[in-house]
């Protein structure tokens, strides 16, 4: 179980704060997603949990141990991987992987079974240099490490980053068997659409938790009246959007365009009002809110 209560970081001698008095708790065997934008403080959060940063005030405990004051018995029950790939990248797979099961007094052969999904997707390049890996594969090499001690928790910093999406999709594929294993993860991404992966999400903005519920949950508690619109002209498109009075929000979503309005407005007053603006092939429906959605009502209030 992770406890934390009351976290603060903050660089630059005090003038930016990375984390707000954070406070949360993650229970045992649980996949709990924070989720926001680079800079919103995920990075600072999973460096104090994994003890490599010192938070300036506030508490964080792991299965039982305080992260500063039993950091070392913390290391030994975590598995961490970082955002950017850290291995040694002129090691081998199989060299990387004997480096870190030797760092914690075990062998590859003696936890094989905890990695074995993992390890053999891997392990006919397991000659190979680190370096030389692609994305998935260094990922994959990643996780493996994190494991290979059998920790009771698992930190992963976005981890999928700059990764295919068939790799993507295999990775959490992964994470879903590790829990069955009864391994408590803690994930953080940048990617809305994982959030349907966890247990429970955060979303975090600013160093502070704006909304903490299941997936399911946070989408419940949306309130507005979402609509995509899809036509030509994109950026006109928004703009001619963002100038009617009764469309309260409008934000690119891919090829379409997601808008929240008054509940006075018709889709057929919209349409006319955007044909008269020379905006001619244009398809208004509403819609249901996504965990993106959410996450970007809340940062609008």
């Given at each position: 179980m ?16 990375a ?7 993650v229970?045992?065997g649980e996949?709990?997603g ?9 990075s600072?959060?999973?460096?104090i ?20 004051k039993d950091?070392?018995?913390v ?31 075990t ?21 190979r240099?680190a ?9 994959k090499l990643?996780?493996?490490c ?7 928790i698992?930190?992963?910093?976005e ?27 803690l ?6 659409d994982?959030a349907?992966r966890?247990?429970r ?18 989408i419940d ?9 899809e ?10 959007l ?14 379409k365009?997601?808008?929240t309005?008054?509940e006075g407005?018709q889709?057929?007053e919209l349409?006319?009002?955007l ?7 244009v398809?208004i ?9 959410c ?7």
């Open positions: 992770i406890e934390v209560k009351d976290l603060h970081k903050r660089y630059a001698k005090g003038k930016v704060n984390l707000n008095g954070l406070t949360f708790s229970e045992e996949v709990f924070v989720i926001g934008p680079d800079g919103a403080g995920k600072s959060l999973f460096r949990l994994a003890s490599l940063l010192l938070p300036d005030s506030g508490t964080a405990v792991m299965n039982g141990h305080d992260v500063v950091y070392r018995r290391r030994q029950i975590i598995g961490y991987m970082p955002g950017r790939f850290s291995l040694y990248q002129d090691l081998s797979v199989e060299e990387n992987l004997a480096f870190f099961a030797t760092l914690f007094n062998t590859i052969e003696e936890n094989y079974h905890l990695i074995k999904d993992i390890y053999q997707q891997i392990e006919p390049f397991k000659k240099r370096g030389a890996l692609s994305g998935g594969m260094k990922q990643a996780l493996s994190a494991l290979i001690h059998k920790p009771e698992l930190i992963l910093d981890p999928t980053t700059g990764v295919d999406p068939v790799s993507r999709k295999e990775f959490w594929d992964m994470l879903g068997r590790l829990k069955e294993q009864g391994i408590t993860i994930v953080s991404t940048a990617y809305m994982e349907s966890c247990d999400i955060a979303l975090i903005r600013e160093g502070v938790f704006i909304a903490s519920d299941t997936p399911q949950g946070i508690h949306y309130a507005e009246r979402l609509w995509s619109v036509g030509s002209r994109m950026s006109a498109l928004l703009k001619a963002r100038n009617h009075t009764a469309v309260k929000t409008s934000f690119a979503f891919g090829d365009i997601h808008i309005v008054t407005l889709t057929g349409k006319q009002y044909a008269e603006k020379e905006f001619g092939e398809h429906a509403p819609i249901k809110p996504t965990v993106e959605d996450f970007m009502a809340l940062t609008s209030e």
